[in-house]
């Protein structure tokens, strides 16, 4: 059974920061790993999707990488801003059939001014 | 600009009365939708996935008979909350894939039900 965590499950750092965050899965046969982020109150928005043959992906300030073999992702922020405040989520998509994606439980991360 | 749009965003009921919120994918044919619910400060719960064309598939533990979910079209998956109770208070959130294995997972914004 496919098991998401993520670490830490909350982060608190000044403004300007450079930060990492860590989410690992339990079985590497995973199709694609997507990265969110949730603000309170709304829905998840997507930041960075990676395919199982990629190694990362870049979107602006965020980077994201993903070692299979080893089960882990790291969502990289680069000079964290207030508006970067969410809780971040990852999700591995398994299979095309039944329940496709696991979520990890999430980081709550707080930048402060 | 949003992929999949959640409707209402908000909504307020009387006990026993029924609520129906709606998921649309905008701009592709989602064969695939999940429908979950999330507890203040805790992560996602699947309720069920729904197959264009199929009966949903619900959790362990979610009343198929309670939530009731549709996916008639490609591009809508609706989830009825019947004779909704206080206990079923809570944010309600959708999302949307193709069956194709690289295919990211679009979000609606939620649903905000308040039963009273």
């Known amino acids: 059974k496919q098991e998401v965590t993520q670490i830490p499950a909350a982060l608190s750092v000044p403004e300007g920061e450079n930060l990492v965050l860590n989410c690992s899965f339990t079985?590497?046969?995973?199709?694609?790993l997507q990265w969110f982020r949730q603000d309170p109150g709304k829905g998840l928005t997507s930041l960075l999707l990676?395919?199982?043959?990629?190694r990362e992906q870049t979107s602006g300030r965020l980077n994201a990488s993903l070692d299979k073999s080893s089960g882990r992702s790291t969502l990289y922020i680069a000079a964290s801003q207030p508006g970067d405040s969410a809780t971040y989520l990852c999700?591995?998509?398994?299979?095309?059939?039944?329940?496709?994606?696991?979520f990890g439980p999430g980081t709550r991360l707080s930048v402060l001014p | 600009g949003a992929v999949v749009s959640q409707h209402p965003s908000w909504v307020i009921c009387k006990s026993g009365t029924s609520v129906k919120i709606e998921c649309r994918s905008l701009?592709?044919?989602?064969?695939?939708m999940f429908w979950y619910r999330q507890f203040p400060k805790q992560s996602l719960m699947l309720m069920a996935t729904?197959?264009?064309?199929?009966?949903?598939?619900?959790e362990q533990g979610v009343e198929k008979d309670k939530f009731l979910i549709n996916h008639a079209s490609l591009t809508l998956s609706t989830l009825t909350v019947t004779s909704a109770h206080p206990e079923d208070s809570s944010f309600y959130i959708c999302?949307?894939?193709?069956?194709?294995?690289?295919?990211?997972?679009?979000f609606g914004n939620g649903t905000r039900l308040t039963v009273t």
């Open positions: 999302s949307a894939t193709r069956m194709v294995a690289s295919s990211p997972l679009h």
């Open positions: 079985d590497s046969a995973i199709y694609n």
């Open positions: 990676i395919q199982s043959s990629q």
């Open positions: 999700a591995v998509r398994r299979d095309n059939y039944g329940q496709n994606f696991v």
């Open positions: 701009d592709f044919q989602a064969t695939t």
């Open positions: 729904s197959n264009e064309g199929s009966k949903a598939t619900y």
